[in-house]
């Protein structure tokens, strides 16, 4: 069975989600310090979900994104870091929300990266 770009996309989004969230996690149990070395890889698979989607739209992989996906894929990680960070310090219920929230800004990241190319 082949695997399509939109399907490494969708899962390569899924795993820097869950990245962010754990390095959030750490920032709260160890050292924030390890927290933002444990986001350069979320950071790096979050890149490369985006040369899969674009690659899913039949668009160069090695288009560059414009500064309002940027900005959301930012705001996206933050939130991811602050749903592991409040599942640490207040429980994991208030995670699951804040996690969604991440989710839903990135999927914004992604529709404004189809529309601007």
């Known amino acids: 069975m082949k695997i399509g770009f939109a399907t490494w996309a969708a899962g390569l989004t899924l795993l820097s989600g869950a990245v962010m969230v754990f390095a959030g996690y750490i920032g709260d149990t160890a050292c924030w310090a390890g927290a933002a070395l444990i986001t350069i890889p979320g950071g790096v698979l ?22 309002a996906t940027v900005a959301t894929t930012l705001l996206s990680g933050g939130v991811m870091v602050f749903a592991g960070y409040a599942g640490s310090a207040w429980g994991w219920a208030l995670a699951l929300p804040l996690a969604t929230v991440g989710g839903l800004v990135i999927a914004a990241a992604f529709v404004l990266d189809a529309r601007r190319n």
């Open 46 to 67: 979050i890149a490369a979900a985006f040369v899969f989607g674009r690659r899913a739209d039949g668009r160069p992989g090695g288009s560059r994104p414009g500064a």
